[in-house]
């Protein structure tokens, strides 16, 4: 996870907030569980996320009684009956500004001088802080918010919006992509839903293509992750932190639920939906239309709803 540069962030001593705790100290950021360091707070709030939570570093956890001794000793345990409902009360204390994506106000016409070797088309905004590589190409209409940083050699086309965002070298964008905005992070509760801030980013990394339509949401407390070389087609939706891995190829209307991790040289054919908090290995054929709804381990061939390998698929075809 690259530091957090998009969103204001309060200075709060943890027990500011949990008055309870052994030892206090000034909160640095908040953070999943595999990336957390001293200082940092963290949650556990599923058993699915135990391996992570005996190797944290993190000074505190917001967890609850029954996950607790998942926990190293020498953390924190803060012990809550709604671990994400008390993690969204404890980001919009620190990030909070980070719960709604307020319009972007620095805006303004891209500075010649600034940017001499970037072309532009026709009503470009950038924001504040914008780093723009070398011969890239922005298209007519495009809005870059602040801090956005875009590599050398990449294409922007028309009608993108970019925000929260983080791009590596000869990308392309096709027009009307919606990358970086809020992700769809709701707590029902008796009386009303709690939105949940996203405090993640977007990071696409070296030679990716992306066309026509597709959304990205950013992280809401990890990153969302395109990996090198990965071609996506057209309206394509990536929810908040997912991690697609290299080389893959990913066909339209594809819809990939939040926190699910895909390995390199995946497959994926159109209109097909991955499901939330999944691990899909490295090499997997996913057929067109098919719903995934468990982790698969790498090398398979799988399609259908749900998703089985294509051997069963085929089998049950028969009957």
Same mark, same amino acid.
């Given at each position: 996870m690259i530091s957090n540069s998009f969103f204001k962030k309060k200075i709060i001593k943890i027990k500011k907030i949990f008055p309870s705790i052994n030892k206090d100290f000034i909160i640095n950021d908040i953070k999943p569980l595999q990336i957390a360091e001293k200082n940092d707070l963290t949650f556990l709030d599923s058993i699915r996320y135990k391996s992570n939570a005996r190797l944290t570093k993190a000074s505190a956890c917001i967890t609850i009684n029954s996950l607790q001794n998942f926990l190293p000793n020498n953390v924190q345990k803060i012990i809550v009956k709604n671990?994400?409902?008390?993690? @969204? @009360?404890?980001?919009?204390?620190?990030?909070? #500004?980070?719960?709604?994506? #307020?319009?972007?106000?620095?805006?303004?016409?891209?500075?010649?001088?600034? #940017?001499?070797?970037?072309?532009?088309?026709?009503?470009?905004?950038?924001?504040?802080?914008?780093?723009?590589?070398?011969?890239?190409?922005?298209?007519?209409?495009?809005?870059?918010?602040?801090?956005?940083?875009?590599?050398?050699?990449?294409?922007?086309?028309?009608?993108?919006?970019?925000?929260?965002?983080?791009?590596?070298?000869?990308?392309?964008?096709?027009?009307?992509?919606?990358?970086?905005?809020?992700?769809?992070?709701?707590?029902?509760?008796?009386?009303?839903?709690?939105?949940?801030?996203?405090?993640?980013?977007?990071?696409?990394?070296?030679?990716?293509?992306?066309? @026509?339509?597709?959304?990205?949401?950013?992280? @809401?407390?990890?990153d969302t992750l395109i990996g090198?070389?990965?071609?996506?087609?057209?309206?394509?939706?990536?929810?908040?932190?997912?991690?697609?891995?290299?080389?893959?190829?990913?066909?339209?209307?594809?819809?990939?639920a939040g926190s699910t991790s895909i390995g390199n040289n995946v497959s994926i054919g159109g209109q097909a939906g991955i499901s939330g908090h999944l691990k899909i290995g490295n090499n997997v054929k996913i057929g067109g239309g098919s719903g995934v709804v468990k982790d698969i381990g790498d090398n398979q061939v799988v399609m259908g709803y749900p998703a089985v390998p294509l051997r069963n698929f085929l089998k049950n075809k028969k009957k």
């Open positions: 671990v994400l409902l008390e993690l @969204s @009360s404890v980001l919009n204390k620190i990030y909070p #500004y980070a719960d709604i994506d #307020y319009p972007d106000l620095t805006l303004k016409k891209p500075a010649k001088k600034k #940017y001499n070797t970037v072309k532009f088309g026709n009503n470009v905004l950038i924001g504040k802080n914008v780093k723009l590589g070398k011969n890239s190409m922005i298209g007519a209409n495009t809005i870059i918010e602040h801090d956005v940083e875009i590599g050398e050699d990449c294409i922007i086309g028309s009608g993108v919006i970019i925000k929260n965002t983080i791009i590596g070298e000869r990308v392309v964008l096709q027009d009307n992509c919606k990358i970086g905005q809020k992700g769809f992070g709701f707590i029902p509760t008796s009386k009303k839903n709690i939105k949940f801030p996203h405090i993640g980013k977007v990071i696409i990394q070296d030679d990716v293509e992306i066309a @026509s339509g597709c959304t990205i949401d950013r992280g @809401s407390i990890d090198k070389n990965t071609y996506l087609d057209n309206q394509v939706h990536i929810a908040h932190n997912v991690k697609i891995g290299s080389n893959c190829m990913i066909a339209g209307q594809v819809g990939f």
